[in-house]
């Protein structure tokens, strides 16, 4: 995916890109998920598409604590994100360290965006 021309506020976070990365490995994931887990797909699926719409608002919001209040819903999808991933890594199928690490760095920044 090629970078766009930063029309909007989120498109020059880091914070964006690393979530844009964590829903990039979680489409590529999900492709191969186990069979009988369909609820720990659909939570995730839905967690990361959160966590990268919750910043694309937030970075657009003028009044700092509408700006932060986005950012602290995108930290708790973060936080059920990195749960998720938890419970998926337990079935043993799929990697999740990759993944954690990108949750954990997601959650780094925005923990200081949230502030």
């Known amino acids: 995916m090629t970078k ?7 498109n020059r976070l880091d914070v964006y890109d690393a979530a844009i990365a964590l829903s990039r490995w979680v489409y590529k994931a999900t492709q191969t998920f186990p069979r009988g887990r369909a609820h720990l797909k659909d939570q995730l699926i839905r967690t990361s598409d959160s966590i990268v719409l919750n910043i694309a608002e937030g970075a657009q919001q003028s009044a700092p604590a509408m700006r932060k209040k986005h950012y602290r819903i995108a930290l708790g999808s973060a936080a059920e994100a990195s749960a998720a991933l938890d419970l998926i890594a337990i079935i043993g199928t799929i990697d999740t360290n990759d993944a954690q690490v990108l949750v954990n760095r997601i959650g780094k920044m925005l923990n200081s965006l949230a502030r």
């Open 4 to 10: 766009q021309i930063a029309t909007f506020s989120h």
